[in-house]
C-alpha cells in the first residue's frame, strides 16, 4: 500500500467527534470573525508557548509581516535571514520594503550560523530572523546575545516549531516575538491558513492586535496602516482542539523519529546517509524528518524517484536556496557563497514520519532507500568500469 509523505485522514479519525462538536457549535452561532472563540484559542496557545501573549492571524506568512511591520522595519533597513528556508522568512522582508541579508546555515541542525550572523551585522541591520527549522530551535542564546549588544530585535520563524524547546524553553518564547502557521501540513494545523504571533512585551501585543485589523482601535479609528490579518473563529476553534492532542502527536513523532536511527543502523546504511540529530538542551518535534545523502543530488534523486516509484511520499524542502531565486537576483547579499545551504538543497529529502505511521510502514520506508541506495553503488561502479576500458 502507498505511504504518504503525510497522512492528514489519519489524524482526522481520532478526533472527528470533537471536532464536529466544535464546528457545529461556531456555525450555529454564527459568529465567524474574532470573538470569544479566537481569545480562547490565543490564551491557551500563549500559555503552551510560556509567552505573555498569543495574536491569531491570517496564516504563517502574515505572522513574518506582521511583526515587521509591528517593530516599523521598512525601506533602507536590514533583516538577516538564513539562506536556506522557506520563500516567505525573506519574502516578508522584502514586501515592508526592507532588504534581506542572507546568511549560510550549519548542516547540524540545518537553522542560521550565528558566526555568519555576526559578519553580516551592519549599521542598518534592525532585525535577525532564526528559522527554526524542520522542527529545531536555532542556537537561540547566542543569537539573542548578538542582538542585545547591538539593540535589535529578534523574530523567531517559529512555523515548524510548535512546541520545540531549548533548555526547556519553549518556541516563540526565545526572544521578543514568535511567528508560527498553522498551515495543515503543521503539526499544529487548521483545516485552511492559519497563524499565529507570540510576545510578552506588553505594548508589542497591543500593536500586533491593532496592525491585523488595519491598525484600527478603536473601531474605525485607525493609528497604523495595518492589515486584513484576522484568524478566522471556525480556524482558532478547531485548533483549540487540537492543541489538546499536540504534545500526543509531538511524541509520537519522536518515537518515530528514534525507530528509524534504529532501523538505519540495522540496515548498515549509517556511512551513505546523515539523520536528523536533536542536539543537546533542544526538543525536536520532527515536523520533518529530513535526512542528508552526502554523494549529493544524483544519489538524492535517485532515491527520491526510487521511493515514488514504490509509493512513498517523500519531498524536497527546499531545491533552491533563497539567494539563487530569481526575484532576489539584485539582492547584495545574494551574490555571496552558502555552501552549506547549497549542500542542504542538493542533498536532503524529507521521508514520512507523522504519529500514525506504524513500524512496519517505516522498515518499508528504509527498505525502499536502502535498495535505492544499493543501486546507485552499483551504478556508479558500472560507469567507471566502463570508462576504465
Avoid at 479566537?38 to 505572522?63: I, L, N
Avoid at 479609528?221 to 489538546?244: E, M, P, S, T, W
Avoid at 509520537?252 to 540529530?277: C, K, M, Q
Wanted: glycine share 8%.
Amino acid at each position: 500500500m502507498a505511504i504518504p509523505l503525510l497522512d492528514l485522514k489519519a489524524q482526522y479519525a481520532t478526533i472527528k467527534d470533537e471536532i464536529l462538536q466544535v464546528t457545529e457549535a461556531v456555525f450555529e452561532s454564527q459568529a465567524f470573525i474574532l470573538g470569544k472563540r479566537v481569545e480562547e484559542f490565543e490564551g491557551h496557545f500563549a500559555a503552551y508557548c510560556s509567552s505573555g501573549y498569543a495574536v491569531g492571524v491570517s496564516s504563517g506568512t502574515d505572522a513574518l509581516l506582521v511583526a515587521l511591520m509591528a517593530l516599523q522595519i521598512g525601506p533602507g533597513d536590514e533583516v538577516i535571514v538564513p539562506a536556506y528556508s522557506f520563500f516567505a522568512t525573506a519574502g516578508v522582508v522584502d514586501r515592508v520594503g526592507a532588504t534581506p541579508v542572507f546568511v549560510d546555515i550549519k548542516l547540524d541542525d540545518y537553522n542560521i550560523d550565528p558566526a555568519a550572523i555576526a559578519a553580516a551585522m551592519t549599521p542598518r541591520t534592525r532585525a535577525i530572523m532564526p528559522v527554526h527549522l524542520y522542527g529545531q530551535t536555532a542556537d537561540m542564546d547566542a543569537i539573542d546575545a548578538l542582538a542585545r549588544r547591538r539593540e535589535i530585535a529578534v523574530i523567531e520563524d517559529a512555523a515548524q516549531a510548535v512546541g520545540a524547546e531549548l533548555g526547556g524553553r519553549r518556541a516563540g518564547s526565545l526572544s521578543e516575538l514568535g511567528c508560527f502557521s498553522f498551515f495543515p501540513s503543521k503539526n499544529l494545523g487548521a483545516f485552511g491558513d492559519a497563524g499565529a504571533v507570540t510576545t510578552s512585551d506588553e505594548a508589542l501585543a497591543g500593536k500586533l492586535f491593532d496592525y491585523r485589523v488595519h491598525g484600527m482601535r478603536p473601531k474605525y479609528f485607525h493609528r497604523y496602516v495595518g492589515g486584513n490579518f484576522r484568524i478566522d473563529a471556525l480556524q482558532a476553534a478547531i485548533l483549540d482542539i487540537k492543541l489538546r492532542h499536540l504534545e500526543e502527536w509531538s511524541e509520537g513523532r519522536r518515537r518515530n523519529a528514534a525507530h528509524y536511527r534504529t532501523l538505519f543502523g540495522e540496515a548498515g546504511l549509517r556511512d551513505r546517509i546523515v539523520l536528523p540529530s536533536e542536539l543537546r538542551g533542544r526538543r525536536h518535534v520532527f515536523n520533518q524528518y529530513v535526512v542528508r545523502f552526502p554523494e549529493g543530488r544524483v544519489v538524492r534523486d535517485r532515491v527520491l524517484e526510487h521511493l515514488r516509484n514504490d509509493g512513498i511520499g517523500c519531498e524536497v524542502y527546499y531545491p533552491l536556496t533563497l539567494p539563487r531565486q530569481e526575484c532576489f537576483a539584485n539582492v547584495p547579499s545574494a551574490r555571496g557563497t552558502f555552501p552549506q545551504s547549497d549542500a542542504a538543497a542538493d542533498q536532503t529529502l524529507a521521508i514520512p514520519v507523522y504519529p500514525e505511521l506504524t513500524e512496519g510502514q517505516m522498515a518499508e520506508v528504509v527498505e525502499s532507500i536502502g535498495k535505492a541506495l544499493r543501486g546507485s553503488a552499483g551504478a556508479e561502479t558500472a560507469r567507471v568500469s566502463n570508462a576504465a576500458r
